[in-house]
T-cell receptor, first 114, second 114 residues
Framework: DAEITQSPRHKITETGRQVTLACHQT?????MFWYRQDLGHGLRLIHY???????NKGEVSDGYSVSRSNTEDLPLTLESAASSQTSVYFC?????????????FGEGSRLTVL | KQEVTQIPAALSVPEGENLVLNCSFT??????LQWFRQDPGKGLTSLLL?????REQTSGRLNASLDKSSGRSTLYIAASQPGDSATYLC?????????????FGKGTHLIIQP
């Protein structure tokens, strides 16, 4: 079965370190998204991509970057981790061009920045 | 800017009851609306996707309705079971066709008492 996987599932890091969260989907979807989920804020969009070599900023993109070198992967990088980036991060994908269609989520990556 | 509100924020009912979860959105020009379920420590699972041309969608004991003109959707759960306990979220496209991501409500935390 097609799926979307995230790694690591849990990570603890220190302020100022670079962190990369991986996202891999086997749906062959063009659209991929990164969200963060925080108490009181719900889910907020960080970055998204319509396809290879395409990346776009979402609502809370400061301090984050993504790259899309193939269809399957959209890694999320925190250039210099800050305590405010402690959160649960979700990767998602959808297949219909121009319209998100149905969105599929990974299991999440819990990041703690000390 | 699209905003999504879910009422109630939390709900606890005895097993067997039929219940309704509410979702409202500020911009009625949406392409679709999606309901998700999230279990503790897990990712989001898509339950129902309603296209703008549809009035409702059904899956098993779940029925979701959409009234674009009033900016409302409801999720009806029939004959609730303890396994239905989870957080339910609704989401609509951020703008236009929606390939640039979804705006989520903060969810309704549902507890079904055995």
């Amino acid at each position: 079965d097609a799926e979307i996987t995230q790694s690591p599932r849990h990570k603890i890091t220190e302020t100022g370190r670079q962190v990369t969260l991986a996202c891999h989907q086997t749906w062959n979807h063009n659209n991929m998204f990164w969200y963060r989920q925080d108490l009181g804020h719900g889910l907020r969009l960080i970055h998204y991509s319509y396809g290879v070599q395409d990346t776009n900023k979402g609502e809370v993109s400061d301090g984050y970057s993504v790259s899309r070198s193939n269809t399957e992967d959209l890694p999320l990088t925190l250039e210099s981790a800050a305590s405010s980036q402690t959160s649960v991060y979700f990767c998602a994908s959808s297949g219909q061009g121009g319209n998100t269609g149905e969105l599929f989520f990974g299991e999440g990556s819990r990041l703690t920045v000390l | 800017k699209q905003e999504v509100t879910q009422i109630p924020a939390a709900l606890s009912v005895p097993e067997g009851e039929n219940l309704v979860l509410n979702c409202s959105f500020t911009d009625s020009a949406i392409y679709n609306l999606q309901w998700f379920r999230q279990d503790p420590g897990k990712g989001l699972t898509s339950l129902l996707l309603i296209q703008s041309s549809q009035r409702e969608q059904t899956s098993g004991r779940l029925n979701a309705s959409l009234d674009k003109s009033s900016g409302r959707s409801t999720l009806y759960i029939a004959a609730s079971q303890p396994g239905d306990s989870a957080t339910y979220l609704c989401a609509v496209p951020l703008s236009g066709g929606g390939a640039d991501g979804l705006t989520f409500g903060k969810g309704t935390h549902l507890i079904i008492q055995p």
